[in-house]
């Protein structure tokens, strides 16, 4: 960064690490996701989302969907255009109305008289609409970038930002979504078992940021490799004893197993774009010296 870059406000900084930070982990997400997609389809594996049975995700779709996305991150320039198009994108399969009244004829009927006048293929919808949650869950964790600007004032100049002051507002952030998950896991405690440790570390090690990381990421692993196996195996059972229809005990479970691994997430995003942000300030304190 040039001399220039040292006079720049804490918004203007933020938003500089938080876009490049929320570029590269939703063009790496995207990628992983396309990934691990078309690896289902290759070996007819189930999935939660999308059975076989049921709806069939071709590879052209896949590619078509992921290409689009990849596309318009790299047309992103601002923060603000990355919340445009969260806010302008409707997700009209929301998990909650998707199960809730999946059982409703008046819903159905306006979910297929949205896919007509939208002319979007399902199959294309089910990627596009995950693809948007991996978005959503990024940007969510992005805001702490505004948390911390906020509360220490945009327009402060970045050189005169106090590291102590920095990581105290980033640490109270992470604490936020802590909290969020310890919320989920006093209604799930049962999982506590399988993270115990790392979450209690969590806890205790509040400014070892990269230690942490390591323990939120063994988290989201219990989720991601683990969970969602249980939760697969539910969807499997009930679609086959119901004629391919989810029933709604499922559908608990299924949106309970979602909102765990989103807040499990959060944390790991946010210990991450700390890490990226303190990385920053520090060059530039660098280059003051």
């Known amino acids: 960064m040039g001399n220039e870059e040292k006079q720049i406000n804490l918004k203007t900084f933020l938003d500089k690490v938080g876009l490049v ?5 939703l063009a790496r997400k995207i990628e992983v996701f396309r990934l691990d997609f078309l690896e289902a389809s290759n070996e007819k594996s189930d999935n939660p989302f999308t059975p076989p049975t049921v709806l069939p995700i071709t590879t052209q779709s896949i590619d078509n969907v992921t290409g689009e996305f990849k596309d318009l991150l790299a047309e992103m320039d601002s923060i603000d255009e990355v919340q445009d198009f969260a806010n302008k994108s409707n997700n009209i399969f929301e ?3 998707m199960f809730a009244n999946q059982g409703s004829n008046k819903y159905a009927e ?3 008289q949205e896919l007509m006048d939208n ?5 294309s919808l089910v990627v596009k609409v995950q693809i948007e949650t991996i978005f959503k869950i990024l940007l969510k964790s992005l805001e702490m ?3 911390i600007a906020k509360k220490i004032g945009e327009e402060t100049s970045i050189r005169l930002v106090d590291i102590d002051d920095l990581k105290y507002l980033i640490n109270l952030s992470i604490k936020k ?3 969020s998950f310890d919320v989920w896991i006093s209604k799930n405690y049962q999982e506590l078992e399988h993270f115990k440790e790392e979450l209690k570390s969590l806890k205790e090690n509040e400014f070892d940021y990269e230690k942490n990381l390591q323990n939120a990421e063994i988290i989201v692993l219990y989720f991601k490799q683990f969970k969602i196996k249980e939760v697969t195996q539910d969807f ?3 679609a086959s004893e119901n004629e391919l229809k989810i029933n709604q005990s499922s559908a608990d479970k299924f949106i309970n197993f979602t909102e765990g691994a989103q807040l499990a997430s959060d944390i790991k995003n946010k210990l991450d774009l700390a890490i990226e942000i303190l990385k920053e300030y520090n060059k530039l304190k660098n280059i003051k010296k």
């Open 21 to 25: 930070w929320f570029r590269k982990n």
């Open 177 to 179: 979504s802590l909290d």
């Open 236 to 238: 499997e059972k009930s």
């Open 119 to 123: 002319q979007i293929e399902i199959e």
């Open 145 to 147: 970038t505004n948390e």
């Open 110 to 112: 306006n979910l297929m």
């Open 95 to 97: 998990l909650t109305n």
